[in-house]
């Protein structure tokens, strides 16, 4: 069972960044590959990137590529996503989640993972 908690959501204007935390419970970190999503009202969740649980294989959406990057501190049991040059339409719910992953894979998929933070909210005025 993993616990994960999300911060660091916030107001910034366009062209801003921010950086999101997600501090995860348990002994096994380092055994998940993580992922973060966002979701708006108007959209289904959508991934924006995702980590293996090495930290050496990443994935970002095309949306955010080049402007997002994500790592993990698996001796701190958290994943970060750092947001630059941030846009309106980046305006959303923020998630992270987890997945047991024992061949070193990352994944992609909302479905594919077992483990749901409560989400932060990331607002980008323009």
């Known amino acids: 069972q993993v616990q994960l908690v999300e911060s660091g959501g916030g107001l910034v204007q366009a062209g801003g960044s921010l950086r999101l935390s997600c501090a995860a419970s348990g002994r096994t970190f380092s055994s998940y590959a993580m992922g973060w999503f966002r979701q708006t009202p108007e959209k289904e969740r959508e991934s924006v990137a995702a980590?293996?649980?090495?930290?050496?294989?990443?994935y970002y959406a095309d949306s955010v590529k080049g402007r997002f990057t994500i790592s993990r501190d698996n001796a701190k049991n958290t994943v970060y996503l750092q947001m630059t040059s941030l846009k309106p339409e980046d305006t959303a719910v923020y998630y992270c989640?987890?997945?047991?992953?024992?061949?070193?894979?990352?994944?992609?998929?909302?479905?594919?993972?077992?483990?749901w933070g409560q989400g932060t909210q990331v607002t980008v005025s323009s």
């Open positions: 989640a987890a997945v047991r992953s024992y061949s070193g894979s990352l994944y992609s998929r909302a479905h594919q993972y077992d483990y």
């Open positions: 980590i293996n649980w090495s930290g050496g294989i990443t």
